[in-house]
């Protein structure tokens, strides 16, 4: 399986004339393609492009050079293909200049010191990029591009997953506001607090409200209105990333107990129903949602396969409101599920339970029920502590790595 790893730049004039070069080459290259296509009605290959103007052009690798034309030719071709399928929303080829591009390299320009440090290659009578690399893998291709902040290293690097699982247990997991996610395994519940994401969420709801209500009183695309703009945006992607990262350490320890527990299989409910759980609010905040969730639920499939575990979603529909005793169907209020069968249990445990058993295809609990309840009683609540340290070179804790690194970083940039 292939991940991404990001690691923070900051800015540096190394980085920035680099960036520079790029976004000529690719100025030129846009330039001469549609200059060609206007005066010859003739569309140069790929290949063309590359000889003509990325060979011998200096200030970059010569695979970095070409990877630029790589890239012009992919922006080209996906505007073909939605062309060809007839969707013209927003269709534009790519004709544009630009004053930055973002640096690619590849295997041949990268080289692991043995004092680990990573150098970067950028062709004869150039500085190379040198940077400090935080594991011990040398990484096949890596390119460095601007995040709207500082520069920012995207690489993709190989992980093997494990063959087997450690056991053949099979998990149910809801899902949720309150608490992010409540496990039911066969013989054992618990549920991940979701108090510090929500936090994070109101954090990120009173900025965006603050802020927006500053930019409606200035006067559009003046310098003032800009400046608020800017700040918006630092100030949201700041949240987004401890948001991310708070979802990244909470899925590697819920998978991480999982697999010590030994389970097989895990099985998530889709997140239609989570719609009719929370209370939106407005538009954004939907999408908002919608993304965070649908985050956190792609870390647990990626994290459990890592771990050789299979994952499965079931359809969520009525999986909060069955009772896993009887079967029979209401709406739960409060925290407690309350049926007058006599079952009692957590509600999101027993979400948990059904989407499992849903999964199970025993869509009416006959016999099991009575263990079910018995397990159910007492649900052990994990509970999570936000400065956790999570090994950065652990594969699965894909960008803390960076953030660990990133105040040395900016000092050693001061
Ligand atoms: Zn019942």
Redesign the pocket.
């Known amino acids: 399986m292939y991940l991404t790893r990001k690691l923070k730049l900051g800015r540096t004039d190394q980085l920035d004339a680099l960036a520079r070069r790029a976004g000529d080459l690719w100025s030129t290259v846009a330039t001469w393609h549609w200059r060609f296509v206007r005066r010859q009605g003739y569309w140069l290959s790929k290949g063309q492009t590359q000889k003509m103007y990325c060979k011998g052009f200096n200030g970059l690798h010569s695979q970095s050079a070409q990877a630029v034309a790589d890239s012009f030719d992919d922006s080209l071709q996906s505007w073909r293909k939605k062309r060809k399928n007839g969707n013209y929303e927003g269709l534009r080829p790519p004709y544009k200049q630009k004053r930055y591009f973002k640096v690619q390299w590849k295997s041949s320009a990268i080289r692991l010191q043995d004092d680990g440090v990573l150098r970067l290659s950028n062709g004869r009578g150039n500085d190379p990029v040198l940077i400090d690399w935080p594991s011990k893998t040398e990484p096949k291709r890596i390119e460095i591009g601007w995040d709207g902040d500082q520069y920012e290293l995207r690489c993709q690097y190989k992980v093997e997953e494990d063959k087997e699982p450690n056991g053949s247990k099979i998990a149910g997991i809801d899902i949720g506001e309150i608490h992010l996610a409540a496990v039911y395994t066969e013989d054992e519940a618990w549920t991940v607090s979701g108090r510090e994401l929500r936090s994070l969420r109101r954090q990120q709801n009173r900025t965006k409200a603050r802020l927006d209500s500053k930019i409606d009183r200035k006067v559009r695309g003046s310098r003032r209105w800009k400046r608020l703009i800017h700040a918006k945006n630092r100030q949201l992607s700041k949240i987004r990333n401890q948001i991310k990262d708070l979802l990244h350490k909470q899925s590697t320890r819920l998978i991480k107990t999982l697999h010590e527990r030994r389970v097989g299989t895990v099985v998530v409910g889709d997140l239609t129903g989570i719609r009719e759980r929370i209370d939106y609010g407005s538009k954004t905040n939907q999408r908002l949602h919608q993304w965070v969730y649908g985050e956190f639920v792609r870390m647990i499939e990626y994290k459990a396969r890592l771990h050789g575990m299979t994952v499965e979603r079931v359809g969520e529909a009525y999986t909060s409101q069955t009772?896993p005793?009887?079967?029979?169907r209401h709406k739960p209020h409060g925290r407690d599920y309350i049926?007058?069968?006599?079952?009692e249990g957590h509600r999101d445990i027993v979400g948990a339970a059904n989407i499992r058993q849903k999964y199970l295809g025993q869509d009416e609990p006959t016999g099991s029920s009575l263990r079910v309840a018995g397990a159910m009683a007492s649900p052990a609540g994990v509970r999570y502590r936000p400065h956790m340290w999570c090994n950065p070179l652990s594969g699965s804790q894909t960008p803390s790595g960076a953030a660990t690194s990133k105040r040395e970083r900016a000092a050693q940039a001061a």
Do not use: D
């Not at 005793?325 to 029979?328: I, M, P, T």
């Not at 049926?339 to 079952?343: I, P």
């Open positions: 009772c005793s009887c079967g029979s049926c007058s069968c006599g079952f």
